[in-house]
Each structure stands twice: as C-alpha cells, then as structure tokens.
C-alpha cells in the first residue's frame, strides 16, 4: 500500500506544478483576477485567482490513479471515494460561483451545508465527543465542523502562501498519522491533497503569482475537515477530534477568535475586517513573507503535538494542556484590545455592574409604562434617579412641578441634562462629575423616561400646556 500512496502523492504534484502555471496564464487572458483594494488586500497589481482548479485536477488524477491500482494492492474500494465526492464538487463549485460572480455569505453558506450534509450522509460523520456518544447530535455537530473547518481556511487566506501551506502542514500531519494507525482509508485520502498542496504552493509563496480564490481555500478546508472525522473515528485516544483540532489549529484559533471578537464589539458574525492573526503579525512589522513563515511554524508544532498525542495516550492531557497554554500566550502577543478589555470588565466588576444595571433598567421601564397617573410616574423616575445616582430631579409637566433635591451637592461638580416633554414639559436631571455608578446605563435611563414620559403625556391628555400650577419647591437652574 505504500508505493500505491506514494505513486497517487508523486503524481498529484506532477499534474499540479504543470497544470498550476497553465491555469495562471489562462486565467489572465480571460481576466480572472484579483483586483487590489485600499482596505484589506495586500497585493498591489492584479493577480490571477481560482487556484482551486489546479489543485482540484491534481486530486482528482490521483483518484483516477488509485482506480487503476490492483485491487489487491490497495485495502480499499473506489466506492468509498465516490460516496464523497459529489460533497466535495458542491464545495468546489461554490467557490469557483463566488470567484466569478461574488457570492453573497448566504448564498455561499447555502451550499457550504448541502456539501456538508451530502459529506455527513455519505458516512463523513462524529460519533462521539471527548468519549462520549452523541447519538442524534452527530449530524449536527458534524455540519457545523464541517462549516468550520471550510470558513476557517478561506479567512487566512490573506497572505501570499498562508492558506496553501497551514493546508499542506495539516495534510501531511494526518497522512502520517494515518501512516502510524495503518489507517488506509485516510492515508490514501490525504496523500493527493499533499501532492497537490506542495505543487502548488512552488507558485503561491510570497510573491505569488496565483491565489487560492474561494475555490481553493473553500475545497482545501472541507477536505481537512472531512479527513480531521475520518482521524478521529479510528483515534485509539479517548480525546477523539483534539488531534485533528491541533493539526488544524491555526485556522480553527482565527475563525474561533473572528466568532468572538466581532460578538464582543457588536459586529456581524460574517463581516469581513483586517484583524485576522496574520494582519495582527503584519501590523507589528513582519512582512508578508515572515508572516507566513511564523505561521509555518506554529503550524509544525501544532502538527507534532497532534502525533504525539496519537503515539503516546497516556500524556495525551498533557499534550492538550500544552496546546492550549501556548495558544493562550500567543493570543496575548496579537494585542488584541477586545480581550484584555472584556477580562479588565471582569476583574474590575464592570461586567457585573452593566448587567445588574441593565436589569434595574428593565424593571424600571416595565413599571414606568405601567403607571396610572404622573405622581406615580414621578416616585418611580424618583426611585431610579436614587439608583442611577443622580442628586437631583425636577419635573415640569402641563405647568406642575415636581421636584427633588435626592443629596447635598456642589454645583459646581454637576453636570445636568434637560428631556423635553410635549405641551413645553421637561424634566431636568442633575449628576455629579466624578459618579461612576452605573454610569453606562444612564443614556440607557434617559432613553426609557424620554420615550415612556412622551407616551404617558398623550396617555394623560398632558400635551397642551394649561395654567401653571405649583406642586413642591419650585427653581430654575
């Protein structure tokens, strides 16, 4: 059986380095390119794209290949490549549809999770998690790894040579784990993939002179995601995926820190931004090249972490300890903001505080807009105030005034603030300088008593402006 992989990865490498250039100059003549932007794009001329194809004609020749191997050479029947194959098509297709026409993110996650589900019902499919059946869980899970895995190449894919080679690293690592589990389905798998990755990366490495495209880096992540199942399920280890997880653990590490930056900031999921972990190296000086490289590397560690975890189950804990810690500490050195931000929140009591003021805001509201008359309205924006620490409140509604002084001030540490009412009403709140309580759930507190005290004006028939009648100490500021 190893001549048989080493015959379909030899020939995988052959057709790539040929066909790679051929479809370069083709793709030019036709304008297929990648046009330069002032946002996110490094390139500074255009560049021909669609390096899928190449790749994927270099795998499908090993497949060929393997086709016409003796049967009783090779421990495994073309059948089980042809159950997967059509998933792998959709992926493929998808990417070149979003090469040449620029797919919309759901138009692109549409066929993301056809070729998923195809792949999950075709046997590609997570049995268990940690040890653990999953039972009717398994599709699912599957779906979204499958997900995954294909998004996460396609957004590192932001360096010359970067998606291409983290995938070579990734492959390689589980053909020499299949190598070592006499593992024959994912040997003979991955041994194309790795042909046609190292091909083609001879023209993709900074400078390149063609770039994966969608179809490349859309195909690349569903095959490893694919492979990562086909590892875990023949994994002698109890952890199951932790070993696929580190062998792909740089574009799984930016996909999951993408996923929860742009939550904390309130971004769409989707989006695209230039805060990726290459972008972060490259904003701390490193070139194009040195970036890819860097990455290379951690990318090794992650690949022989993986194989050892396979080789030796007892320190297979330690293993995935080490992983993480180096993982956390790498994170660190990015410098991103919305991390070191959320844990100081934390620490500091700043999560805590939003939240229990975001809950004392809810129960204000409801009972504002539940109240029958203004006094009543009045002792509820009275008790708030007290909450939002305010020292001072003062209504004019329809000529009445309300008033309260709530502590002692020095005025000139006040700031105050005036929401107009219908009918020439308002109410004027006072606060001093230095609070800090619930300070970010005052323009929240404003909002509520703007919009309900409006509402509750017309409610009440209070929205002219009849005789002025005095009720408590009137002032005016």
């Known amino acids: 059986m190893f001549y048989s992989i080493l015959l379909i990865g030899f020939s995988a490498f052959l057709v790539s380095v040929v066909l790679t250039p051929t479809c370069r100059d083709l793709f030019r003549r036709f304008g297929i390119m990648d046009r ?16 899928g194809v190449p790749i994927a004609l270099a795998y499908l020749t090993g497949c060929i290949l393997l086709s016409l191997v003796p049967r009783e050479l090779v421990p495994i029947h073309l059948s089980h490549v042809l159950l997967v194959a059509p998933a792998g098509l959709i992926i493929f297709a998808t990417g070149i549809l979003d090469d040449v026409f620029h797919l919309k993110p759901w138009q692109k996650l549409c066929g993301q999770v056809l070729g998923a589900l195809w792949a999950t019902l075709a046997g590609v ?7 653990h059946p999953v039972g009717w869980a398994s599709l699912l899970i599957t779906v979204i790894w499958l997900i995954g895995c294909t998004n996460a190449f396609n957004l590192i894919d932001g360096v010359d040579g970067l998606a291409s080679g983290v995938g070579l690293f990734a492959a390689a690592t589980m053909l020499i784990a299949a190598l070592l589990q006499h593992n024959s389905i994912l040997a003979l798998a ?10 083609f990366l001879r023209y993709n490495f900074n400078p390149a002179s063609i770039f994966l495209g969608d179809s490349g880096s859309l195909m690349i992540g569903f095959l490893l995601g694919c492979f990562g199942v086909v590892w875990s399920q023949k994994s002698a280890t109890i952890l199951g995926m932790t070993a696929p997880l580190m062998a792909l653990g740089i574009p799984i590490l930016d996909t999951g820190l993408s996923i929860v930056r742009r939550f904390l900031r309130h971004q769409p999921i989707f989006g695209a931004d230039r805060d990726h972990i290459h972008h972060r190296l490259l904003d701390q000086g490193f070139t194009p090249r040195r970036v890819a490289l860097i990455l290379y590397g951690v990318a090794s560690i ?12 007892r320190l297979s804990g330690a293993i ?8 956390w500490i790498g994170i660190q050195h990015l410098g991103y903001t919305e991390f070191s931000t959320a844990r100081n929140m934390l620490m500091a009591g700043t999560f805590q505080q939003t939240l229990d003021a975001q809950l004392r805001l809810r129960s204000f509201e409801r009972g504002l807009a539940a109240a029958k008359s203004i006094e009543e309205c009045w002792e509820l924006i009275l008790d708030a105030a007290r909450t939002f620490d305010f020292v001072e409140a003062r209504l004019s509604i329809a000529g009445t005034v309300y008033e309260q002084r709530l502590r002692d001030l020095d005025s000139d540490l006040c700031w105050s603030l005036r929401v107009p009412l219908p009918g020439r009403g308002y109410i004027n709140f006072v606060r001093l300088h230095e609070s800090l309580v619930f300070y970010m759930g005052v ?3 404003i909002d509520v008593v703007r919009k309900i005290m409006s509402a509750k004006c017309l409610e009440f028939g209070l929205d002219a402006s009849p005789k002025t009648m005095t009720a408590g100490t009137r002032f005016d500021f």
């Open 190 to 199: 991955t041994a194309p993939l790795v042909g046609a990755l190292l091909g």
């Open 36 to 51: 330069p932007d002032e946002n996110r794009k490094l390139h500074d001329i255009p560049v021909p794209h669609m390096g």
């Open 320 to 327: 995935v300890l080490l992983f993480c810690t180096a993982a």
């Open 443 to 445: 323009t929240p507190f």
């Open 302 to 313: 992650g690949a022989a972490l993986s194989l050892l975890s396979v080789s030796s189950n």
């Open 125 to 131: 499919r997570i049995w268990s998690v940690a040890g």
